[in-house]
């Protein structure tokens, strides 16, 4: 007889961790089915931000915004270990895109919808320009700083899963999803692990499988609900060189697209680009032409430091397909139900920011598809081990 759970998740990114421990302080039995390993695939190719997503403003995501800011608070709180607040700050050299006043604009929002000291900010004065890390002061009109976090994006998967498992989830790694038929009581689950076929059956299921979301929907029947989706390649670097003062967030000299700038183990990230990607989500790599960016944006910012590039790793975002071009499109997480009173619900899009806020809210959407359980914690205050 197949082992019987109330929720079933595919896929051990941060989303697919967030559910299993949501699912699990709710007292429900949980079982998620990873195929390779923990945090594979976007969830350890990130920029390492928890942040409010600044940029966003610009094309007027304000409860992005708003919840992104809120959850920064909110993790900050529950994963100090794991997750820092750190300053940031916001070169304005002559001919950018983004005026001084703009950027100026921008901070006084960005802290009227943030929650504790994050939302402050400064303009730093011209004397402290050369104390920034040997920033570029050529053509430099002014300097802000601002205050958002960084974590290590792996650790922090790692760590929402070992309080998964703290709960009472199963979290099976190693187990590729082969699919699942809907019946009267849920799905039945089949899947591959160690060279032999399991199933089991689920209530409800999670598709949190990122930029296999829409190949997973197509190993389920009846065939579920889709949206049009894109892949969005994000490309990042590792180069030599030590960032004292923080991180930065800079406009690229071709095409003023914001990048960052940040301090990561001893070397300094730059990062990400944005770019269509049609192919297999395994074989994502950076481009030639991705680092060459990247590589201008360092250089055009801190022309003392190497461009030479000891790693490089490139991950892949879902946005819902849209009109406007990748950079304006809405970044909201799509949760996608099979009917009104869902048995299967998969996630589309997603910030690492708010994977907590996301795994609450599919809880949430089954909440008339499971029986009642006594929730052992609150997420929000549930402290998150430390690496």
Known sequence: MSAAFDVVIIGGGIHGVGVAQAAAVRGYRT????????????????????????????SGQLRL??????????????????VERKAFHLPVYAGARRTARRIRAGLQFYRLLSSG???????LPRRAWGDLDGLQTAGLRAVFRYYDAQTDDVALTHAVARSARDFGADLQVGARFIG???NA???????????????CMAQVLVNATGPWAGPTL????????????????????????????GGYYAESPSDQRPVFILPWRGRVLTGTTERRYVGDPGQIAPTAGEIAYLQEVLAACFPQFSTTVVDAFAGLRVLPRGASDLSARRRDTVLLADAPVPRLISIF?????????????????????????VAQANTSRLILPGP
């Open 117 to 123: 000291p994050g939302g402050r900010f400064a303009a």
């Open 349 to 373: 899009g997603g910030k690492l920011t708010t994977y907590r806020l996301t795994a609450e809210r599919v809880m949430d959407r089954f909440r008339a598809s499971l029986p009642e359980r």
């Open 65 to 82: 915004v708003r919840e992104s800011l809120r959850e920064r608070e909110t993790l900050l709180g529950i994963a100090p270990d794991l």
């Open 31 to 58: 079982l998620l089915l990873e195929q390779e390993v923990l945090a594979a695939g976007t969830s350890g190719r990130s920029t390492k931000l928890i942040h409010g997503g600044l940029r966003y403003l610009e």
């Open 180 to 182: 699942a038929e809907r």
């Open 218 to 245: 197509a190993r389920i029947l009846p065939g579920p609900p889709r949206i049009d989706h894109d892949l969005v390649a994000g490309t990042h670097i590792i180069t030599e060189g030590t960032l004292r003062s």
């Open 185 to 199: 009581h849920g799905y039945e689950v089949r899947y591959v692990q160690g060279g032999i076929v399991g199933s």
